[in-house]
T-cell receptor, first 116, second 109 residues
Framework: ETGVTQTPRHLVMGMTNKKSLKCEQH?????MYWYKQSAKKPLELMFV???????ENNSVPSRFSPECPNSSHLFLHLHTLQPEDSALYLC???????????????FGNGTRLTVT | GQNIDQPTEMTATEGAIVQINCTYQ??????LFWYQQHAGEAPTFLSY??LDGLEEKGRFSSFLSRSKGYSYLLLKELQMKDSASYLC??????????WGAGTKLIIKP
């Protein structure tokens, strides 16, 4: 299997639920990212990990909690979300974090999250 | 503030040529990307420009003018499968990737 794989593809959760999004990359990349994509809005960077270390937290509410156990896996733990958090959550990876070599992002197909 | 502007939606005819424009205002500049995103799928990398001029890749070409803060993506011999959103993104001086909201391209037979 190649590329960036995200599971689940779709998720419906209530505001009191706890769930996790999973991302796995098979490209040997060192940097991984979480993005939020809402309709007709630019991609919003949430978190960046480089060599498993978090290098960016873009003022994301604490109800989103990332975890990066190794360079190939990235999780986004969700709890007590709000309806406005409904969006497409995209995981991406790159060979190096931007500026340290620079390379395009490779995205997964995303998780379509609906908070009810 | 930093900003990327691109048209929200464009329509073109199969077999024709279409140009999708992107203007950027960023603090510094370290290159500009174009991505294609089909509905329900991952954005996929199309091109990267860091120097002025035209880069051609098959039916797709990307142009950059740094002095004008302007880029365009040119799609030739349009096919129905080119119906997608096209995302423009620019690296600023801190290598923060600034994204446009995307241009939805509709191809009609």
């Amino acid at each position: 299997e190649t590329g960036v794989t995200q599971t689940p593809r779709h998720l419906v959760m209530g505001m009191t639920n706890k769930k996790s999004l999973k991302c796995e990359q098979h490209l040997g990349h060192n940097a991984m990212y979480w993005y939020k994509q809402s309709a007709k809005k630019p991609l919003e960077l949430m978190f960046v990990y480089n060599f498993k270390e978090q290098t960016e937290n873009n003022s994301v509410p604490s109800r989103f909690s990332p975890e990066c156990p190794n360079s190939s896996h990235l999780f986004l733990h969700l709890h007590t979300l709000q309806p406005e958090d409904s969006a497409l959550y995209l995981c991406a990876s790159s060979q190096e974090e931007a500026g340290l070599g620079g390379s395009p992002l490779h995205f997964g197909n995303g998780t379509r999250l609906t908070v009810t | 503030g930093q900003n990327i502007d691109q048209p929200t939606e464009m329509t073109a005819t199969e077999g024709a040529i279409v140009q999708i424009n992107c203007t950027y205002q960023t603090s510094g500049f370290n290159g500009l990307f174009w991505y294609q995103q089909h509905a329900g799928e991952a954005p996929t990398f199309l091109s990267y420009n860091v120097l002025d001029g035209l880069e051609e890749k098959g039916r797709f070409s990307s142009f950059l003018s740094r002095s004008k803060g302007y880029s365009y993506l040119l799609l030739k011999e349009l096919q129905m499968k080119d119906s997608a959103s096209y995302l423009c993104a620019s690296w600023d001086s801190n290598y923060q990737l600034i994204w446009g909201a995307g241009t939805k391209l509709i191809i009609k037979p």
